[in-house]
């Protein structure tokens, strides 16, 4: 294992950080469109240069304190497979070079879901290294729960709302 750059953020509470090639840019907080029905996960799209970005929100991903985006609020922008997502964030700590022999190895109760690959300390704070696939495997399983709940509630309003019509 080589050493790598990592972009070192703060979100809910964490310590986070995504390694540098994973990183398409970062944008400042922006207006996001939020069709109906848009999932928990989801804060809303952002039309970055005339393309639809899904602006993901990781405390509603990891079940952590919910976190308000403000008017300075950072967004990460990583590549996607199938396009960029985008990551709300609380702010940026900055690029760091990690020496592999720093990264410690996470328990398996200790994952997020299993987006952290490993650990490191800088400065005696622990910082989450996360992987950008992942992560965005665990949104679209979160995105799916969340689309299978709200169909799960408007079949049973359909089915309350028959009952009532006979």
Known sequence: MHDQNLLIFHSSGLDCAFPLEAVREIVPMATLSRPPGLPSGL???LNLRGTAVPIVRLDRLFDLAE???GLHTPMIVLRG???PIGIL???IRGIVNAPAARLLEL???GTFQGC???VLQIDGEPIHLLSAATLLEANEDRLLADYGATSR???LHLEEHREKGN
């Open 43 to 45: 804060a809303g799209f």
């Open 89 to 91: 964030v609380g702010s």
């Open 67 to 69: 976190q308000q985006p």
């Open 153 to 155: 509630a408007r079949l």
């Open 107 to 109: 328990p398996p109760d």
């Open 116 to 118: 952290a690959t490993a």
């Open 81 to 83: 497979n199938l396009g």
